[in-house]
Structures are given as C-alpha cells and as structure tokens.
C-alpha cells in the first residue's frame, strides 16, 4: 500500500545535538511537508516543498533545514537541537490539486534532553 | 493570516450519542477548503472530511457530518451514533483556494474526544 514513512519513530537528543529526521513516500506526490505538533498549539508548517528543486519556509522555520533529495525523500535537520524542539513532528504529502488533502506519515517523537 | 480556533480542548459523549466539535476560522478569501482530521492514541493523523467553501451543501461521510456557514466562518463536525474507537483528538484545518498557497493547512489546536461506554 502506498505510504509516507518518517524515521525513527521515536529519539531522545541531548542539547547542542545535531539531528536528522527522514521521510520517505511511496504516492508519488509532488509536495511534501514538515508539521510540528505541541499540546495546545496544534499542528504548525515548518517547511514545505512542491517539487526537488523548490523549497519554501513555513511559519516556523527557524532552528530547523530541509533537504528534498528526491521526488520521494524529504529530511528535517534541527541544526543544533534545543529543549523547546521537543515536540511530535509529522511528514505530509499531497497532490497538486487544490482539494487534495494532506497525507501523513505515523510520526516522530522527539525529545531534547 | 489565516486563524483557526477551536475553542472546546475537551469534550465526552457516550456510546452511541450525537457529538458536536466546534470551529471556527477567519480568513478574508472566499475560495477555500476545511477539513477535519482524527488523531486516535497511535497519533496516526486520519482525514474524517472535507467541504468545499464554494459547495453549499454540507459534507457527510458515513456518520460523520459538517455544519459548514459561510457567513459565520463556521465548520463543526457532527459525530452520530458515536462509537468507541472514535475517541481521539480532532483538528479542523484550512487551506487557501489559491494554487500559491501550495496546499498548506493552517490547523486549530484540537479537541480531545472522549467516549465513555
């Protein structure tokens, strides 16, 4: 079955860390994005891209690059990772049709310690 | 920007009861889409519906319907004949009709579903 997969599930990190989070899809869809999740807050755009070579900032970008490797590859790297970068991140992917919705992967619990 | 409040962080309803999740946005364009998304424990983000701000007829999936008023900037999620593994927590969301908007969701802060038995 065709899916969005994000590596690791879950990370422990300690501050100052430099660390990469992977995903992979299989949907063959164009756009991909970054989400972060916090109690409260809900799901916030970090990064987003249309295709390889196009990559836009969200609304909260900063602290935290991409890499569009491939149609189907999209990376989050916290540079230097910081306690307030603890949070549920989630990969999505989505056609370019205007009512597509966003598919998500299942996730990645970080914690910087 | 676009804003997209939910302002119940927690609601219950017992087995086979009617539910209703609130949520409202604002936006000044009239070209749009909302959604409702489910996140049970396993956090796996699941799509419940979606509405059209340009169709007036309001969506309905199953036992999952929306009251969607336009003029009022309104989008609730009516769960019928509400079942246990219906717990988890809803976000509704929103997204420019506007292609440069690139299909980005704006979400509210959810809403905790609990359903006792």
């Known amino acids: 079955d065709a899916d969005v997969t994000q590596t690791p599930r879950n990370r422990i990190t300690k501050t100052g860390k430099r660390i990469m989070l992977e995903c992979s899809q299989t949907?063959?869809?164009?756009?991909m994005y970054w989400y972060r999740q916090d109690p409260g807050l809900g799901l916030r755009l970090i990064y987003y891209?249309?295709?390889?070579?196009?990559?836009n900032k969200g609304e909260i970008s900063d602290g935290y690059s991409v890499s569009r490797q491939a149609q189907a590859k999209f990376s989050l790297s916290l540079e230097s990772a910081i306690p307030n970068q603890t949070a549920l991140y989630f990969c999505?992917?989505?056609?370019?049709?205007?009512?597509?919705?966003?598919?998500f992967g299942n996730g990645t619990r970080l914690t910087v310690t | 920007a676009q804003t997209v409040t939910q302002s119940q962080p927690e609601m219950s309803v017992q087995e086979a009861e009617t539910v209703t999740l609130s949520c409202t946005y604002d936006?000044?364009?009239?070209?749009?889409?909302l959604f409702w998304y489910k996140q049970p424990p396993s956090r796996q983000m699941i799509l419940v519906i979606r509405?059209?701000?340009?169709?007036?007829q309001n969506a309905t999936e199953n036992r999952f319907s929306v009251n969607f008023q336009k003029a009022a900037k309104s989008f609730s999620l009516k769960i019928s004949d509400s079942q246990l593994g219906d717990a988890a927590m809803y976000f509704c969301?929103?997204?420019?009709?506007?292609?440069?908007?690139?299909?980005?969701?704006?979400f509210g802060e959810g809403t905790q579903l609990t359903v006792n038995p």
């Open positions: 999505a992917t989505s056609r370019s049709q205007q009512n597509s919705p966003l598919h």
């Open positions: 949907k063959g869809h164009d756009r």
């Open positions: 891209s249309f295709d390889v070579k196009d990559i």
């Open positions: 936006t000044s364009e009239s070209d749009y889409y």
């Open positions: 509405q059209e701000a340009y169709k007036q």
């Open positions: 969301a929103y997204r420019r009709g506007a292609e440069t908007s690139g299909s980005r969701l704006t």
